[in-house]
């Protein structure tokens, strides 16, 4: 197997995780949590949504514990608000989406620069 094959494999098994895992997170978590939070009557936690992008925000609000990759005081997002209404699945499926992402920002990124794919 060539590098090249290789990197194509990593980079196909490594979307294939993230990309499900992003479109179960937004619809199983992140749908419930701001529909629980706007029955409560709170303002929407995340109020800027670039293409997909607060489905991030969501998944390292909950899946990744409070420290240096989750400020309490994230500007985008209210974490202690989001937090209060996960649960355990919630942070499991944000800690897979998470995990899942980094992972293929980092085969993308060795691939491009390394391989010049």
Known sequence: MTLENFYFWAFGLSFLTFGPSWILFARLTMARIERQIAQDGYPRPCPWDGP????LWYAYA?????GLFNDENDPFINVPLV???ATPADKIRGFVMVVSGNIFVV???IGGWYLGI
């Open 107 to 109: 085969v993308a990124v």
């Open 62 to 66: 909950v899946g990744l514990p409070i």
């Open 83 to 85: 937090r209060r209404y």
């Open 52 to 55: 997909g992008g607060r489905a």
